[in-house]
């Protein structure tokens, strides 16, 4: 089983729908949580960052973690087609000092359709 | 900001032949990632620095690959000799360990090893 698991898709939504995107994972030393957004050809933009459980919101973008689950949301309301893309969580433990590497879901291709 | 600096963005190059790869991260970072990402295994950690110094080499996947950080503002990840397996994107991320543990990525190099 790998550390963190995320549908690939693609899912295709019409414009304006709510879309949720989730992931869980397996390792309850994660306490880090990001969503970043990946376009064609790009590198991964951050999009969401949360630590621990609970809700964060940004503009249209909402990030729900669930640590009892290990299970982590991205909702996207009134999405548009520039936020079709390949949208990947990421997590990191906690650690003593210096920095941790992120680890990676595979990411789900989103489709927003006009 | 000019953001993480990758360079060459792309490169091909034959089977036993050496690649360097490089990066210039955010001024004022400490922290340095480098990572690859495929299709069959998404995006994965291969190595990470701290105040220059390597701390987790751990993905690395054989002695063909090396990565150094001589100062704060330059790194090079180098395959020597490449095969066509290492055919990937390879991107580059920095952070401030200071703060949280949101990383900004570079543009990515894509490697294509005939």
């Known amino acids: 089983q790998k550390e963190v698991e995320q549908d690939p898709g693609p899912l295709s939504v019409p414009e304006g729908a709510i879309v949720s995107l989730n992931c869980t994972y397996s390792?309850?030393?994660?306490?880090?949580f990001m969503w970043y957004r990946q376009y064609s050809r790009k590198g991964p933009e951050l999009l969401m960052y949360?630590?621990?459980?609970g809700n964060k919101e940004d503009g249209r973008f909402t990030a729900q973690v669930d640590k009892s689950s290990k299970y982590i949301s991205l909702f996207i309301r009134d999405s548009q087609p520039s936020d079709s893309a390949t949208y990947l969580c990421?997590?990191?433990?906690?650690?003593?000092?210096?920095?941790?590497?992120?680890?990676f879901g595979k990411g789900t291709h989103l489709i927003i359709q006009p | 900001d000019a953001g993480v600096i990758q360079s060459p963005r792309h490169e091909v190059t034959e089977m036993g032949q050496e690649v360097t790869l490089r990066c210039k991260p955010i001024?004022?970072?400490?922290?340095l990632f480098w990572y690859r990402q495929t299709m069959m295994r998404g995006l994965e950690l291969l190595i990470y620095?701290?105040?220059?110094?390597?701390?987790?080499d751990s993905g690395m996947p054989e002695d063909r690959f090396s990565a150094k950080m001589p100062n704060a503002s330059f790194s090079t990840l180098k395959i020597q000799p490449s095969e066509p397996r290492d055919s990937a994107v390879y991107f580059c991320?920095?952070?401030?360990?200071?703060?949280?543990?949101?990383?900004?990525f570079g543009p990515g190099t894509r490697l294509t090893v005939l």
């Open positions: 991320a920095s952070r401030f360990s200071g703060r949280a543990r949101e990383q900004f």
């Open positions: 390792n309850s030393a994660f306490q880090y």
């Open positions: 949360t630590y621990s459980s």
């Open positions: 990421a997590m990191a433990r906690r650690s003593g000092g210096g920095a941790d590497g992120l680890t």
């Open positions: 001024s004022g970072h400490n922290s």
């Open positions: 620095f701290n105040n220059n110094v390597p701390i987790d």
